[in-house]
Nanobody
Framework: QVSLVESGGGLVQTGGSLRLSCVASGSGRTSSTYNMGWFRQAQGKEREFVAGISWSGGLSRYADSVKGRFTISKDNAKNTVYLQMNSLKPEDTAVYYC??????????????????WGQGTQVTVSS
């Protein structure tokens, strides 16, 4: 079992940037044995996939809505996953959740095989 703690959320103006961090803790080298990712949930909407990264960090996937603006990365030595968010838009406003999964990276977007969820961090983009 892995525990996830997100940080880095906040209030930013349209066009601004934020970097979210997610620290994984548990037995062993946690972030290097899981595929990791980010989901978000806006008020009144369903939770949706944002980005995912393989355990090695060599592969990544993004939702169409964030491609070219968001970048996911990981530092296995620090058991940390990052989400760099640039050119933020009001529609990016949501609670962002970090996840850890044993499922293939291609399956994460469907919430398949997710082992752990973080508690979430609020991102608010003002217009």
């Amino acid at each position: 079992q892995v525990s996830l703690v997100e940080s880095g959320g906040g209030l930013v103006q349209t066009g601004g940037s934020l970097r979210l961090s997610c620290v994984a803790s548990g037995s062993g080298r946690t972030s290097s044995t899981y595929n990791m990712g980010w989901f978000r949930q806006a008020q009144g909407k369903e939770r949706e996939f944002v980005a995912g990264i393989s355990w090695s960090g060599g592969l990544s996937r993004y939702a169409d809505s964030v491609k070219g603006r968001f970048t996911i990365s990981k530092d296995n030595a620090k058991n940390t996953v990052y989400l760099q968010m640039n050119s933020l838009k009001p529609e990016d406003t949501a609670v962002y959740y970090c996840i850890a999964a044993k499922a293939p990276l291609s399956s994460i977007s469907t919430m398949s095989g997710i082992q752990s969820w973080g508690q979430g961090t609020q991102v608010t983009v003002s217009s």
